[in-house]
């Protein structure tokens, strides 16, 4: 044993000592010991599936450990609930917010804690309060602006202040990325680091290793629930830290053939289409997807994009326009007859549009295609041959869950975006609307899942990409349309665009 | 600094409240007696329902559905008329109010404790309600209505006077009540508090405030406004008990829950439009201006409810998390 583990020095604000988690069968963690400096940021690093979360949730009262203690200033304490963390100085900022939306910042900030004047709830005070937090932590809000208003990496700034109103000293960030533009993420970086510099003491959950480089001070990689490795960000290096992770070297780009395209598969004209507030979100677009090529669609977020999508995918009402599907018009069908026309759909929003959390994997691997042979024979499901169908996909795309017959809700975050891409990608379509496939998904998975969206344009597929990851258009488009105030601002060609002219084109530079 | 959540929707309610009084005194000017009849009646039909409504604004929201206010308004009808002519008024009313808390309590061991589906925890109050005031109900009591109590120099205000400043004490309890709620709702951390528990009980709970508490107290504290309500059919207006006497006034008032889009001085404007409405007909009919069979004018605040409800259940939001149980 090393002195550091006899005797923590003083700076150590959070040790975790042989931590394990069980679910019956599968170890989630497993003997995880670690340690958190003050002023420090981790990085925690792993596979999907490999404990990530599992861990955050026991240090922050979620979960008890079955194994282990954990430390903080040097005690061990028990948490019981996320009140209880936040007592001993502990916040974590959970990819959905726990934010109430029709509430201003500064209320969400001080419920539970209020300033109140003559029995009163004191509304100018709560926002003064959020106002020098702001300040002190260079995280500008504004205190009366109504939560549900803010974009998402402004609420994710309001859940943070909300942290460091109760005097957090631990801050824990499960995959805060995950739903930020590129913008956003690089000001919550900035906003990380300056945390840090004033002695919080950070657990940052990433899959990207860009992240890993430019934000974090050491990095601790988790694989299969174990401490695999511990070491200062400085002495590694992405490749490195791939390899650590999946336990084999990992190709970060791709290799495609140039795209050899065919006919029209999807053709839109004069596009308009309502956001959920009832204004113009998509308006007046043109695209054409051609059968054989990827076509990436950038922009800054909030520009139509998810509209767009859901248009084409009739899970939203357009309000003019055309969209001809192989030469023929498919407004008035729904989703299911789409469907049936050969259309595929990765939503962005796993949890609401992509899965039954409380199905099956096995289940949820042919919601596509439950009714039909071989699945259903005279309106009988055949659980044997889902069963053997589930079992083939689960091998091909890496699902890992300790059984078909898991409840999909149980699944880590990336695994469950694993199992709506190996639905969507096992059946043969037409068009492929891809939005946001890899959110949330790892490295090693990453790799795979885009070699399977080459294979599918290969096999002659039309495929509309949508992503807020300018690596990944690029990655995988031959043609990249940006997007910009509901229309297709420009439309480039991946192999000459470059990284500059798509940033400037998405961000309304003059001359486009 | 009004709070946001009071702010986003600016509240009509005093420009209706302004409205209907400037019309009513133009009515006082020209027909004088009459007016001040229906606007009498008007009152006393609609504070009933308004303290009703202010049980169901309480549940939903602390985020609790409650459509048992029918039954146990009738419950506390019941108690609070049996409780008077067995022990006086007073034993009466606190009777009325602690059987609603009791079918309040029932509601909120379903709902948050048992996590039973709400709608059926309210059926379930409203049938034991019918079945047991039925049940032990005897007739041939009788004991008188309440007094009507008057403030001295307001009540001889014109018009207003007679309509909120003489009046039962269950009546004026109502009004002070409603006043009591809009205040604490929106500017105590009670208030604050209850909103975060109906709209996202999760970030409610993560921050420290215990959920299940907070809508046991509010939907028992609801329950004992509504036997208050039950109460006030029974020992305060018309001193008499009888089978369903509380006709669906229950129902109505979640009607005027949703019209007043659970905000106290809302809901109070929306039932006293409901109240001038009724008092309107009951008035022309009773002059003879139109002549329709009284099952027809007893309809009058029915019928009003589904055009309501058509025109306004889809344009408001109910609290987020109402009728979820939680965790
Ligand atoms: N409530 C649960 N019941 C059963 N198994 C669970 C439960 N929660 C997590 N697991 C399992 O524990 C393991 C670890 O999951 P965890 O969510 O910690 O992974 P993760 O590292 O956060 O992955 P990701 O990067 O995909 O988010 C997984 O195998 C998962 O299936
Ligand atoms: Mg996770």
Redesign the pocket.
């Known amino acids: 044993m090393s002195d550091s583990e006899e005797q923590p020095g003083a700076d150590v604000v959070l040790e975790v000592r042989g931590l394990t988690k069980r679910?019956g069968p599968?170890v989630?963690d497993s003997e995880v010991t670690l340690q958190l400096r003050r002023g420090e940021v981790l990085a925690l690093l792993?596979e999907?599936?490999?404990?990530?979360?599992?861990l955050v949730k026991m240090l922050v009262g979620l979960l008890r450990p079955d194994a282990g203690e954990i430390r903080i200033g040097g005690d061990v304490v028990r948490l019981r609930s996320p009140r209880d963390a936040i007592g001993r100085g502990i916040a974590v900022v959970h990819q959905h917010f726990q934010l109430v939306p029709v509430m201003t910042v500064a209320e969400n900030v001080v419920l539970g804690a209020e300033p109140t004047r003559r029995g009163l709830f004191d509304h100018r005070k709560a926002a003064a309060e959020v106002r020098a937090l702001s300040q002190r932590f260079g995280l500008a809000v504004e205190p009366d602006a109504v939560v549900q208003d803010l974009p998402i990496g402004m609420q994710q700034r309001v859940e943070i202040i909300k942290a460091l109103y109760r005097g957090a000293e631990i801050l824990i960030l499960d995959?805060p990325t995950a739903v930020l533009t590129p913008v956003e993420t690089d000001e919550l970086l900035r906003i990380v680091a300056e945390l840090a510099e004033r002695g919080v003491g950070i657990i940052f959950i990433t899959?990207k290793l860009r992240e890993v480089m430019n934000g974090t001070d050491r990095v601790v990689v988790l694989r299969d629930g174990r401490v695999v490795g511990d070491v200062a960000t400085a002495d590694t290096d992405e490749a490195g830290l791939a390899a650590l992770m999946v336990g084999r070297p990992v190709v970060l780009h791709v290799d495609k053939e140039p795209a050899t395209p065919g006919a029209t598969v999807l053709e839109i004209r004069g596009l308009e289409v309502d956001d959920d507030r009832g204004r113009l979100a998509v308006r007046g677009l043109d695209l054409d997807v051609r059968a054989g090529e990827i076509l990436g669609i950038a922009g800054v977020q909030d520009n139509g994009q998810r509209e767009l999508v859901e248009a084409i995918c009739a899970m939203r009402p357009r309000r003019a326009g055309t969209v001809v599907l192989a030469g023929r018009e498919v407004e008035g069908l729904d989703v299911r007859a789409l469907h049936d026309l050969g259309v595929a759909h990765i939503p962005e929003d796993r949890d609401k549009h992509g899965l039954v959390g409380g199905y099956f994997v096995a289940e949820n691997l042919v919601l596509n295609r439950f009714d039909q042979a071989p699945f259903s024979r005279w309106g009988r499901r055949d659980f044997a041959a889902i069963q053997r169908w589930a079992r083939q996909l689960i091998a091909d795309f890496d699902v890992?869950?300790p059984s078909v017959y898991a409840r999909t809700d149980?699944?880590?975050?990336?695994?469950k975006q694993k199992v709506v891409v190996a639905r969507e990608l096992s059946r043969e379509s037409v068009l492929l609307v891809a939005a946001q496939p890899t959110r949330?998904v790892?490295v090693g998975s990453i790799e795979f899942i885009h070699q399977q969206l080459v294979a599918a344009r290969d096999r002659g597929v039309a495929v509309l990409l949508v992503s807020a990851e300018l690596e990944e258009l690029f990655a995988l488009s031959d043609r990249i349309a940006v997007i910009r105030e509901g229309r297709v601002a420009a439309v480039l060609d991946a192999k000459s665009a470059t990284r500059e002219t798509v940033g400037l084109i998405m961000a309304g530079a003059a001359g486009h | 600094m009004r709070p946001a959540w009071v702010r986003r929707r600016p509240p009509p309610a005093l420009g209706v409240a302004a409205a209907l009084l400037v019309a009513a005194f133009l009515a006082y000017a020209i027909w004088g007696f009459r007016a001040a009849a229906v606007a009498g009646f008007a009152v006393r039909s609609c504070t009933p329902l308004a303290l009703a409504a202010m049980c169901g604004i309480l549940c939903e929201r602390t985020g609790v559905i409650n459509i048992g206010i029918e039954g146990q308004m009738l419950l506390g009808a019941f108690a609070g008329f049996f409780g008077a002519a067995a022990f006086g008024v007073v034993f009466g009313v606190l009777a009325a109010a602690i059987i609603g808390a009791l079918g309040g309590a029932f509601l909120a061991v379903c709902a948050v404790s048992w996590r039973v589906d709400q709608i059926i925890a309210g059926a379930v109050i409203n049938i034991v309600a019918m079945g047991f005031t039925t049940f032990f109900y005897r007739p041939g009591f009788v004991i008188g209505s309440l007094p009507t109590w008057q403030i001295p120099l307001l009540a001889d205000l014109p018009l207003l006077g007679p309509i909120f400043f003489r009046a039962q004490p269950l009546a004026f309890l109502t009004f002070a009540v409603v006043i009591g709620l809009q205040v604490t709702l929106f500017r105590t951390t009670w208030g604050l508090r209850t909103t975060a528990v109906g709209e996202h009980p999760g970030a409610a709970d993560t921050v420290g405030v215990n959920v299940a508490r907070y809508r046991y107290g509010n939907v028992m504290l609801g329950g004992a406004l509504a036997g208050l309500a039950g109460a006030m059919l029974s020992v305060e207006i018309t001193g008499s008990f009888d089978r369903a006497m509380t006709a669906g006034r229950g129902f109505l008032a979640l009607a005027i829950v949703i019209m007043g889009r659970w905000r106290p001085m809302l809901a109070w404007t929306a039932a006293l439009l409901f109240g001038l409405l009724s008092g309107l007909v009951n008035q022309l009919n009773f002059d003879q201006v139109i002549d329709v069979p009284p099952q027809f004018v007893a309809m009058v605040p029915y019928g009003t409810t589904i055009v309501v409800l058509a025109v306004f259940s889809t344009r408001v939001r109910p609290p987020a998390a109402a009728g979820r149980p939680y965790p």
């Open positions: 679910f599968v989630a792993g999907n599936g490999a404990g990530k979360s599992t995959e899959h890992r869950t149980a699944l880590s975050g990336g695994n949330g790892d």
